[in-house]
């Protein structure tokens, strides 16, 4: 493609210089056609697939030019080298002014979260608008960081200081407003951490030390988001009233697994002691803000024991742990979270084509869903559930798996991720515990009875 338009360009300019002055083209000082303008011209004689399609190919030109019938008189060539030079001109006007092409490749939507942290940050109900605008600008910064060209180090200074505008000593106690009094001194040392993390990303900036940038800005978006965990300490919205006796998780929750492969093999990092170690931890935290009913569930059965000695199964993209026959459990509704929406949706899907996208998406590694019962796109197992290996191979144009919308995600795995990607089939949890958030779980006295 490129040869072609080098040869296309020039042809244009080698017939321009021999016109008389007052004739040639200005096409120096006109921006270049892009190279989604040209189609590769067959040096034959057909016309170009350009704009202007009754118009002979320079290649074409040249064929003729060289061919026994092209005449050989001085002044027939000139003639027909200027009419073939005013031709060239008008393609290359045509060119100019051509439309943008039309297949132009969907950017991964900056929407959508795509790290489990920045996921469970924005799942966390805004009750606290200050803090919320101090994470917008971090979040902003850290988005301005992307961008591969000249980083846009004024724009991440405006935002850094407009965060720290929140810090003055009359705004500073709004920062506090909504923390139950017995959290205020932990609040208040988060406050105090997350203002001197902030003089580092101004500095890091103002010096434009990208990665100091980003470590700090990652390290402020943390202190952020736990601040806000103290503000929000149960559910904004109302579970309705048929699914009222499932139990539910009003907050967060931690869990962790304790997993062996198949005979017993040593098959992991020990992060401790070092050296390779037969058991591995993977932890996960149940997000009770954008999946209450899916996260009560989960948390339940850990609490219960359910998934201890459990056999796990390695598919293509995930690790299942699938229910035993000797097991029977109440299915539960799909439920799924849409960003702009002020509580869960259940039982249906999102229209991801149509604009709609999960708080909790899918399309991150880790990620952690209940399994849908067969043949139903409506209610979910309530007991086998899958860890997603998400990858970019896998996605499509918006940078989304093709299931998107369709499983319920509550959880990521936040702990043992490396550990979760070396499972193999037959690999078994040996042991499980909830170390944080069991006090956020809501088992109501009305509900179906588990095994």
């Not at 003639?79 to 950017?107: E, F, H, N």
């Not at 919205?237 to 198949?262: C, D, H």
């Not at 006090?439 to 009875?449: E, H, T």
Request: glycine share 6%; with cysteine; proline share 9%.
């Amino acid at each position: 493609m490129q040869k072609h338009c080098s040869h296309t360009l020039q042809s244009i300019n080698k017939l321009d210089m021999q016109l008389p002055l007052h004739q040639r083209a200005s096409t120096q000082s006109s921006k270049s056609p892009t190279a989604a303008h040209y189609k590769a011209c067959p040096g034959r004689r057909t016309s170009c697939k350009v704009s202007a399609p009754s118009l002979l190919c320079t290649a074409s030109l040249r064929q003729h030019q060289e061919s026994p019938s092209w005449p050989k008189s001085p002044a027939v060539s000139l003639s027909k080298t200027i009419a073939k030079g005013a031709a060239a001109l008008a393609l290359a006007a045509s060119l100019l002014s051509a439309p943008s092409a039309d297949a132009v490749l969907s950017a991964p939507n900056a929407r959508i979260a795509r790290t489990a942290d920045a996921a469970l940050r924005r799942s966390i109900p805004a009750i606290n608008e200050e803090v919320r605008d101090i994470q917008r600008n971090l979040e902003d910064t850290t988005y301005l960081l992307r961008i591969p060209q000249r980083k846009p180090y004024g724009s991440m200074a405006k935002d850094v200081s407009a965060a720290l505008s929140h810090f003055t000593p009359e705004e500073r106690p709004k920062l506090l407003e909504g923390v139950p009094e017995k959290d205020k001194p932990e609040a208040d040392y988060l406050v105090t951490s997350l203002y001197n993390t902030l003089k580092q990303v101004e500095l890091a900036v103002s010096t434009q030390q990208p990665d100091f940038v980003g470590v700090r800005a990652n390290a402020a978006l943390q202190l952020t988001a736990r601040l806000e965990l103290l503000q929000s300490p149960g559910l904004p919205f109302v579970i309705p009233k048929e699914y009222a006796n499932l139990p539910r998780l009003a907050g967060r929750s931690v869990v962790e697994f304790q997993v062996e492969q198949k005979d017993g093999e040593l098959a992991f990092v020990d992060p401790i002691k070092g050296g390779l170690t037969s058991t591995g931890i993977i932890q996960v935290t149940a997000d009770g803000y954008a999946a209450p009913i899916s996260a009560g569930n989960f948390v339940a059965n850990v609490l219960d024991g359910s998934y201890n000695g459990r056999v796990l199964e390695e598919g293509p993209v995930t690790i299942t742990v699938p229910t035993p026959p000797t097991i029977q459990h109440p299915p539960i509704p799909l439920e799924v979270f849409p960003i702009g929406e002020y509580a869960p949706l259940y039982r249906l899907p999102l229209d991801i084509q149509g604009g709609e996208l999960p708080v909790l998406p899918l399309s991150i590694p880790g990620s952690v869903s209940f399994a849908h019962i067969p043949d139903n796109d409506s209610y979910l197992s309530g007991d086998s559930f899958f860890m997603y290996r998400f990858s970019k191979q896998q996605a499509g144009l918006g940078g989304m798996a093709f299931d998107e919308g369709t499983f319920g995600v509550f959880g990521y795995v936040t702990k043992g991720l490396d550990v979760m990607y070396s499972l193999r089939d037959g690999a078994v949890i040996t042991n499980t515990k909830v170390l944080s958030g069991a006090d956020k779980l809501v088992r109501p006295a009305v509900q179906s009875s588990r095994p």
